[in-house]
């Protein structure tokens, strides 16, 4: 740095050996703006601005600075550190000091006098230094005797007690500052002049030295732990007093976009145990709730008194945002928060408890699927409306058909795109019975189309004949088909059940040609009628005659076979049972009413995939089932349109089954997620009433009566049988 360098402002004698730090004029113009007419405010005449030209600390106020607090109380020696966007506001010099070291009515490197008409005594001496009128700079740590002086000494109780100093011209009585206690001067303790030059032959331009702050001595650190009780309301109302700071921490990004990690509590507790100002130790309390901690730390050091208050997650009004995070990640991807919680307990990782999350789920979750499915279901259906044909498969996923299932979902699909457009959740007390379900779940769900203005031309489900007597009923102007993969399932059974039978055992062969005849029947004819004819060629080809009478088919389509095959022979007990199980009249009204196009392979994909969002062997609410299940086509139509992928060369890609990786795409989380941080949890007032307006039946046990306690334990039958009083002893 140049000797040149001074302050600019007019009357400022501040240069670059004062205690003052100068500061360059900012190259950003609003700013460098700002400071010039500051300046040109106290001058008269033309401002000169050069390279050189800087501006000092006494111009600026103390919280212009970054490190102002640390250099005051002398943890510091650096320069002091302007803040982006300072402003000079002080004219006049000196107006605060720029550093602990920098006092200006009074010498760094000596005491003030006392008075000469009142020498020192003991009792002066061991007055407090508030009283005393005479005052002692900082930076000098002895008490001057009348009529010497000291050179800036640094010396200790011991050094000054055991030895003598070679700097210092004057016998002198020590007292620490930071005790009081007084030391006499001993008469052995003179000291012996050295050969230097005068003080006054040598410009004292060095920066005044920093006062030794001598800290107290506290114990170790206090760390209070505070668990609370997530149910507890009366624990509850402290988080009242977090919602005060939160907005003055508002975090960057939204809860659901930041980065989580895993911190052990030791850890994290280490980094409150220092104060950032003083390093002096520190009081530690944490709060906690579910995953959410508070730490509140303040210094002990009676001069800093250093407090903050630290939260781990931003809070979203009274919740915890990793609460409600944690609640919505086990929902939204179709998990269990009983397993995740014992995942999570095994790591002993703070959670919350299941009334919590059901909480979270009830007044927030469930009310954001609802919400994301019908507005996803609406651009389907308009997509629907726009197309020249529809066509539809339906089928129902239970957990036992006909018996005991609670619950009945009936799924829609459209067999054009692949896409599920409507699921209807069906109680088995809504209808009776359990085998009632599935009908009630398809006149809802073609109302639901009619009401939307889709106009369904055909219809593909399973082999009932109930189905299609309603839609012969109610809506002829649907081409109602069988899936072939039912009648083909069926066949198969039976086929496979003859094989096993003495005599039987060539049959087996022919069971994969017969599934794919069937196949081939339904998708390469034009007629019911032809569909037929195909269809019952079968037994004569097996039996090595490819001439049939019906015209619709007079021969087989292949060429003449070359290997030798195990053909059937004629009047013979494979042929037979064969026959009877082909040609029956059930399969061949089953076969005209197979669809010759579009099958529902992919439905039973999409069922297989339920479980996986709603298992079987959990009991879940009327409205939580639904939502998973909206969840579950969420999932489904998003993945549905998932093109092969292709090596670099173009070919396509096959992996290894036990390696292959899941590339699932789950996008509608982070909508769900979005939706939920930015829109539910701000207001879930019509949210909530939106998931209110759907009507869902009551409790199972709602259609029976409870008896009487004494009717019951009168009713009681043991495990062997009788009653309770055949077991009375006589």
Known sequence: ?????????????????????????????????????????????????TTNTRLCSDHFTPDCFDNFQRRQLGFTDSPLLLLPGAVPTISLPSHHPSGPDSHPHVSPTSCPPL????????????????????????????????????????????????????????????????????????????????????????????????????????????????????????????????????????????????????????????????????????????YTKGTFISVTQKCLYPTCLYTRQWKSQPLLGSTPAGNLHLSAAVVYTGSSFVQTKRVLNSMHLRTFSR??????????????????????????????????????????????????????????????????????LVQSNEVGSSVHMEKEGLIRSLE????????VTSLVTDRRTWVEQLIQEQKPDIDH???????????????????????????????KSIENHLYWSASS??????????WTSLLNHMQNVHIHKNPLFPKCLHPPSTHKRKWLKPATKPTYKLKKVLMNKHVLSCVKRLSPLYQTPVLKGFRSMIPRFAPKSVAFSYLEMLCRLYLAALHFNENSILT???????EDMVQDKDKKKDHASTEYVAELMNLLFN??????VPFVAELKEVAFPGLLCSQFVQSETTEAVAGHVSTFGCSDDDLTPT
């Open 481 to 511: 088909f069988y899936d072939v993969w039912r009648l083909c399932k069926a066949i198969s059974k039976k086929v496979d059940a003859i094989s096993k039978e003495k005599d039987c055992h060539m049959v087996k062969s022919w069971q």
């Open 679 to 684: 829109e539910v949890i701000h207001n879930p």
């Open 115 to 286: 008075p000469q008409s009142q020498p020192p005594t003991r009792e002066t001496l061991s007055q407090p230094r508030s009283i005393q009128k005479a005052t002692c700079e900082v930076g000098c740590q002895t008490d001057r005797i009348p009529g010497k002086r000291s050179v800036a000494t640094q010396l200790s109780k011991l050094t000054l007690t055991n030895y003598r100093s070679a700097g210092c011209q004057a016998n002198v009585a020590t007292r620490s500052i930071a005790v009081g206690n007084i030391i006499t001067p001993s008469p052995s303790l003179s000291s012996t002049s050295v050969k230097r030059k005068a003080v006054s032959d040598v410009p004292d331009d060095r920066p005044a030295k920093h006062p030794l702050l001598e800290l107290p001595s506290f114990p170790e650190s206090v760390t209070t732990t505070i668990l609370v009780d997530p149910d507890d309301p009366t624990q509850l109302p402290s988080m009242s007093e977090l919602e005060k700071t939160a907005s003055e921490q508002a975090p960057t990004k939204p809860p659901q976009d930041m980065v989580k990690y895993l911190v052990y509590e030791d850890c994290l507790l280490e980094l409150f145990k220092s104060c950032p100002i003083c390093s002096s130790v520190c009081t530690v309390q944490s």
């Open 644 to 650: 092969q992928a292709n090596t670099a060369a173009g």
């Open 1 to 49: 740095m140049s000797l040149s360098r001074k302050c600019l402002f007019p009357g400022c004698k501040n240069t670059q050996r004062s205690s003052a730090t100068l500061f360059k004029i900012p190259k950003e113009e609003e700013m460098k703006g700002k400071w010039l007419d500051f300046v040109r405010s106290h001058v008269d005449g033309e401002l000169r601005i």
């Open 355 to 424: 009334k919590m999350h059901q909480n979270h789920v009830d007044n927030y979750i469930l009310p954001s699927v609802l919400h994301r499915w019908r507005s996803h279901q609406t651009s389907l259906l308009q997509e629907l409306k726009q197309g020249p044909t529809v066509t539809l498969g339906g089928d129902i996923r239970a957990n036992i058909p006909g018996r005991c299932s609670k619950y009945g979902s009936y799924s829609m699909m459209d067999l054009n795109s692949n896409k599920v457009v409507d699921i209807q």
């Open 448 to 455: 639901l189309l009619e009401r939307s203005g889709v106009n």
């Open 525 to 534: 004819s034009s007629s019911e009628e032809e569909t037929v004819a195909k």
